[in-house]
């Protein structure tokens, strides 16, 4: 992987580890992450933030070494891992995300996202969309429609988005996803009818100044 993940990274704003976790870490932490849910009594499925916060498990899946190894490759010697979210699309949630860069949640330095596939994800439930490259383009002007209420302040309008240049990431349960806070993504409803999870662990270069950020409650530096 020497030199590899960042060349891929700095040319299309994404990086793909293909079977980083296991079968059986997968299970655990869907487990564990079911678990977490029912005890915080988290009843409308979407979104969770802070399963490494709330688990042992998860900080150590947010620190594996090879990913570490791909994201120093990426960011730097001092890695930060900020937070992360669930988001679990089970069969009963339908809705895509709308195309969106992350920057504009917490502007500051540029973070580096890992999406963890803990179901196979393909278009039919809901994989990752991408446009190569797009996070050349800097940070782009978000005034998208969001009257159906399904979130996601900071969209960019579909009308900005050529679909000849656009990538579907469909992963098998296990593969990780990192990508750039300035990548257009988005990512298809869940129509199959069966579980969509995936894990989402943001990070950033230590050696960058920022402002305290309120949802960074597990941040640490990895490796």
């Known amino acids: 992987m020497t030199g590899l993940a960042k060349e891929q990274f700095e040319r299309t704003g994404y990086y793909v580890i293909k079977g980083l976790f296991t079968e059986e870490e ?8 079911r678990g977490i849910l029912q005890q915080r009594d988290v009843r409308k499925e979407g979104v969770y933030l802070g399963m490494t916060a709330a688990s042992p498990i998860f900080k150590q899946a947010v620190a ?6 791909a994201l120093k490759q990426i960011i730097g010697e001092q890695v930060i891992f900020m937070n992360d979210k669930l988001v679990f699309k089970n069969a009963s949630v339908d809705f895509g995300s709308p195309w969106h860069q992350d920057y504009p949640y ?37 005034g998208g429609d ?7 302040q900071n969209r960019l309008d579909d ?18 996803i990192i990508f750039h806070d ?4 988005a990512s298809y409803p869940n129509s199959s009818g069966k579980d969509r999870w995936a894990l989402i662990a943001t990070y950033k270069d230590g050696a960058q100044e920022d402002p305290e950020y309120a949802w960074a ?7």
């Open 26 to 33: 997968v299970d655990l932490y869907k487990e564990t992450a």
């Open 64 to 69: 594996h070494p090879v990913l570490v190894a």
């Open 106 to 142: 917490w502007k500051g330095s540029h973070k580096i996202s890992v999406w963890i596939a803990l179901d196979d994800a393909s278009p039919e439930n809901g994989c990752l969309r991408v446009v190569p490259g797009s996070h050349l383009l800097g940070a782009a002007r978000h």
């Open 146 to 152: 969001t009257t159906d209420g399904l979130g996601f």
């Open 159 to 176: 009308a900005d988005i050529s679909a000849q240049d656009i990538v579907d990431l469909a992963a098998l349960r296990g593969d990780a």
């Open 182 to 185: 300035l990548l257009y993504h």
């Open 217 to 223: 409650t597990a941040a640490f530096q990895v490796g």
